[in-house]
């Protein structure tokens, strides 16, 4: 991709930044011309391969055995170490198992969830649901309050 972005400016249908003054804003056409010629589906593409073309060569292949050393070839990793962008910190083992539970969350939510149903057994009518099937919902929705009422005598 990084080519075909030194042969568009070296064909003058790219422009490179030291072009203009307004280098960093490519007309309409230029822009649209860049994001065919690589495949790109926005302007953070063009503007990613665009800082991979103006980089020098051995840069750019230190660029890409960093992060190949680091099993992160993504295009923006590379275009950080090509720009000398510290890395993204990594997060802890902790972010990656845990995450934050907030207990008086959970109960309202609870409670809001048990009021929404409550309100709606009002619109199930005398003798609407099969016999079968009463005595299967009738069996879980018991259990759910036995779990429920253990719970909230703990708390």
Do not use: C
């Not at 495949?39 to 750019?60: I, N, Q």
């Not at 890409?64 to 962008?85: C, F, M, Q």
């Not at 907030?102 to 809001?112: C, G, M, Q």
């Amino acid at each position: 991709m990084g080519e075909l972005v030194r042969q568009g400016q070296e064909e003058g249908t790219i422009r490179t930044r030291a072009d203009s003054h307004r280098s960093d804003q490519l007309g309409r056409a230029e822009v649209e011309n860049a994001k065919d010629a690589i495949g790109a589906s926005s302007w953070s593409d063009v503007t990613d391969v665009r800082r991979l073309a103006e980089a020098t060569p051995a840069d750019f292949d230190t660029a890409i055995d960093e992060a190949k050393a680091e099993g992160n070839l993504s295009r923006a990793n590379v275009v950080r170490k090509v720009k000398g962008e510290a890395p993204k910190p990594e997060r802890s083992e902790w972010h990656h198992k845990k995450r934050h539970i907030d207990p008086l969350r959970i109960a309202e939510r609870l409670a809001e969830e048990l009021d929404a149903a409550t309100t709606g057994l009002d619109l199930v009518p005398d003798g609407y649901l099969p016999t079968e099937r009463k005595l299967e919902l009738v069996t879980s929705i018991n259990q759910s309050i036995d779990t429920i009422r253990k719970a909230v005598r703990k708390w």
